[in-house]
């Protein structure tokens, strides 16, 4: 795995994507994969077609839809919950909005995108997943297909280049370092938006119909918790919040999120007091080792 990242720095994304940590090590792409819970083969097809233009059509019958489920997930939160508004804030910085109509005209204009990709989202959120969610679990969901959402699927990388054309053509300025650089992030943004797309468009949409075409069944789950998670787990259940987890186990916050995303979407379980349950069940703590926490919600 060290070698393909230092080969792909590239290949950074999309290991964040599905939940995988740095530090591990001198260990193979197949065994970080495991520990990290998540499926090889659809970590590769990904990679494979990111960084090497795979043939898409003969990635699509190799892959997991719930572990792309996963990935597509953290995709989301990456570019609304980090990407975009950290170049709003550089954007911000780099022109004065106080001083041209044009500043301000691009501050609207970047914000009418961010809306825009956030419906974007919200429709994949509440429409596109819960079908794959429940054609997963086996239910079949007449009244709507992936061709429904293949229509649906504009490209919402279009205006952020539209917005880039603007600035570098009409924004009045001596040149800075400030606009270079978020000019700089949002010809990279555009890139990894495409990347977002292609993976639907070429590996997401496939995959779910074959496994329609196939008859509805259940997917086999991976269910196997990476040692980090049942250490996740277990700072959950002594009552930690993210950024204490963050800081016993030397990891970022947004890992942790991550973790707990991917925790939760491997055992079903939503709430502390759940994994509570799983993790005695499970011999991961002890119940004395919890006895107060317990205590101090039924009080709260």
Known sequence: MCDLVCDKYSVLQVMSRFGIALGFGDRTIAEVCAENGVDTDTFLAVVNLLMNGADASALAGEVSVGALMTYLRNSHSYFLGFRLPAIRRKLIEAVDCSLSDVSFAIMRFFDEYVAEVDRHMAYEEKTVFPYVDALLAGENRPGYSMEDFRRHHDQIEARLRELKNIIIKYYPSGGTNELNGVLFDIFTCEQELASHNAVENDIFIPAVERFVSAGIRPEARQETLSQREKEIIV?????????????TLCISTHTVITHRRNIAA??????????????IVNKLVELSEIKDTIGDTQQG
Do not use: D, F, P, R
């Open 235 to 247: 700072c959950v259940v002594k009552g930690l919040t993210n950024k204490q987890i963050a800081e």
């Open 266 to 279: 491997k055992l079903q379980i939503h709430s502390a007091a759940g994994l509570t349950i799983y993790a």
